[in-house]
C-alpha cells in the first residue's frame, strides 16, 4: 500500500483543501500519523498547511487545515467569473 504522505496527496488533489481530522476520517489513519505526515509533505513544500482554532462544544479545537501547495480555493458562489475552470 501506499506510504502515508503519499496517500494524503492523492486525498488532498481530489479534494482541495481539508483540515487534519478529516483527511483521518477519511483515509482511516490515526490523527497523529496524518500530522507527521502533513509535517513531512510541508517540508517538501508540497503541500501548504496552518493551524486553526475552531469550537467544538464550545472548547477550543485545534487543527491543521491544508492544501495542495498552489491550491486556491474557488470563489465564494454569487461572484461573477468570466469563464468557468475545467473541472
Known sequence: SMPTPQLLLEHLRKHGQLLDREIANAIKIPLAEVREALAELSAQHE????SVTSFKDGKPVQAIQCRIFGYIPKPAPGRKT???PAE
Open 82 to 84: 468570466g469563464s468557468k
Open 47 to 50: 503541500i501548504s498547511t496552518c
